[in-house]
């Protein structure tokens, strides 16, 4: 039987949690092993979808949750047809900072709207493709508040809002994930780098079941 090509791992919790690092962190780790490897993220992580980034994160009018979501799918319909489905065609390794699960948690409990329906908007704009791994950052809220307090850069629309909407992300992560199969739970309180060598050692044993390309 044929090895699946590719790996599309995704990195999810809320802000402040640790993603971004992680996945710098990871991504040099598979380079290291000279995996064929691409870090991209969500939203962003395409021309198009910078432009999109802009509004979603820093606009200055609010916009009705479903336009919200909406434009959230319209940067991951253009994201897997434009780099994640080749790159994993390409045997690839695919990191992504968020997914749609992002939306699920965000725009599903977060601002409530129905799950079946982004779930089912989320497939068609990916190409029913998924990943084959989620790694999820479990972080109390305070700490994740305090990390995102020393940033230099301008906060989010999402960082600045109410205490009320985080916790309901934190118990949507929970939820949605309780029983998800591909899920990895990480601890977000400990370094970068044991976060890195556990998701790592939970990626290599992936590999041997996976078609991927190799660097020089």
């Given amino acids: 039987m044929k090895n699946k090509a590719g790996l599309l791992i995704g990195i999810e919790g809320i802000d402040g949690s640790g993603k971004s690092s992680l996945a710098t962190a990871l991504k040099q780790e598979l380079i290291n092993l000279k995996l064929s490897v691409i870090l991209t993220k969500e939203p962003g992580g395409t021309t198009f979808g910078k432009e999109l980034r802009q509004i979603l994160q820093y606009r200055n009018t609010p916009l ?4 919200e979501f909406l434009l959230f799918a319209a ?3 253009q ?3 434009e780099l994640v489905i080749p790159a994993l065609q390409s045997k690839q390794i695919v990191i992504s900072d968020r997914t749609c699960d992002s939306s699920l948690v965000y725009q599903g409990y977060g601002r409530g709207l129905d799950l079946d329906t982004l779930k089912q908007i989320n497939q068609w704009a990916m190409g029913n493709y998924q990943a084959d791994l989620i790694l999820y950052i479990n ?3 305070t700490a994740a508040q305090e990390r995102m307090h020393k940033r230099a850069e301008a906060p989010t629309v999402f960082e600045q809002e109410q205490l009320d909407f985080k916790q309901k992300l934190i118990a949507g992560f929970e939820t949605l994930y309780a029983n998800q199969a591909n899920v990895l739970k990480l601890d977000g309180t400990l370094p970068t780098g044991e976060l890195t060598k556990l998701a790592l050692a939970h990626i290599m044993q992936l590999l041997p079941n996976r078609d991927i390309s190799t660097c020089p």
Avoid: Q, Y
């Fill in 79 to 81: 994201h897997f047809t």
């Fill in 64 to 67: 009705d949750p479903k336009a």
């Fill in 75 to 77: 940067d991951r319909a």
């Fill in 139 to 141: 972080i109390p809220l």
